[in-house]
């Protein structure tokens, strides 16, 4: 006996949302909604391109560190935010998608990637910020992720994570450095922290009223927490850093609210937020044709690798 084919839709959509109600994983070879899947893949190959563009605005500063072990330390942290880009790449994979066409939407400008790595880094103390701030705000992002509903997804952020709170600590560390230094190097610090900690706010994206996607990524369980909540966290976590750092964070309206037992805060400039995600922040442009040239340089080295996998399994075969 055949069943019909709605019928056989409908039992399937029931056991995803039965899945998804027990807080369990979805795996590449369930049966999942279209919509799910599209999602999905949105938010991991907008994650992963997060990582591959976030290596060049510290990246730039490589060749500049200011000794042996800040070179390393930044090597090696950079080294990570490929490692994840690759892990993020993988896992969107096992949704259908292959790399080469996702690196393909993201130099077409069809992918998004965060707008914090649009703006430039201007001093080695933005080394620091970004690490402390922007690392700091990943990991609000992302530990939640970890439970996120798509098993591929939240396998690779417990991995991540573990990196992200070493690049945290390196910046902060690098920043306490600093603030026991001179009165320049303060005054760095202090004009790098001005320049980053708006932007860094804007990274949990729009306000839950204008954040179109968030309650259906929610009731799918890719999403754990609204970005109003993870802003909020964000700034609880950061204000006691802040103050040991002895830095000021550039909000006249930040103060503690014995009543909520959280901070309140003010309005990151939206406008500006959405000026730079639609490609007119002051780095857009550059960062989309240095990833372009680096997909183009690098095009003989996929070739060669393909035509290499294609003769070594000719070979083999030859030997059988
Ligand atoms: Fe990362
Ligand atoms: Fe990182």
Redesign the pocket.
């Known amino acids: 006996m055949t069943v019909a084919p709605e019928r056989d839709e409908q039992e399937l959509m029931a056991g995803f949302e039965a899945t998804i109600e027990r807080h369990d994983r979805i795996e590449p070879r369930d049966w999942m909604p279209e919509g799910y899947r599209r999602t999905v893949v949105r938010q991991v190959a907008q994650h992963a391109h997060s990582?591959i563009i976030?290596m060049q605005p510290e990246g730039n500063w490589i060749t500049r560190a200011p000794s042996l072990r800040r070179k390393a330390i930044l090597l090696a942290k950079v080294q990570?935010?490929a490692g994840?880009g690759l892990y993020l790449y993988s896992a969107c994979e096992t949704s259908g998608v292959s790399r080469d066409e996702l690196t393909e939407m993201l130099i077409g400008g069809r992918q998004k990637y965060s707008s914090i790595f649009n703006y430039p880094t201007l001093t080695y103390a933005d080394v620091g910020t970004i690490g402390w701030l922007v690392?700091g705000a990943?990991i609000c992002n992302q530990v939640p992720l970890c439970r996120t509903s798509y098993g591929p997804y939240g396998r690779a952020m417990i991995r991540?994570c573990k990196?992200?709170s070493f690049?945290q600590r390196q910046g902060y560390e690098l920043l306490a450095t600093m603030m026991r230094g001179t009165d320049e190097q303060r005054a760095m610090v202090q004009e790098s922290v001005d320049r980053f900690w708006w932007p860094a706010l804007m990274m949990f994206g729009p306000p839950d009223d204008d954040s179109p996607n968030t309650a259906q990524s929610m009731a799918w369980g890719i999403k754990r927490n609204t970005n109003d909540d993870l802003r909020q966290r964000m700034v609880d976590m950061t204000v006691p850093q802040a103050e040991a750092l002895g830095v000021t964070l550039p909000d006249p309206e930040l103060r503690w609210n014995e009543e909520r037992q959280a901070h309140d805060f003010g309005t990151p400039d939206w406008d500006e937020f959405k000026d730079v995600i639609s490609g007119n922040g002051p780095c857009n442009a550059q960062r989309l044709e240095h990833r372009r040239r680096a997909w183009e340089d690098g095009a003989w080295v996929r070739e060669a690798a393909t035509v290499f996998a294609r003769r070594t399994e000719a070979d083999r075969e030859a030997a059988r």
């Open positions: 990582e976030g990570d935010e994840h690392d990943a991540v990196e992200e690049h």
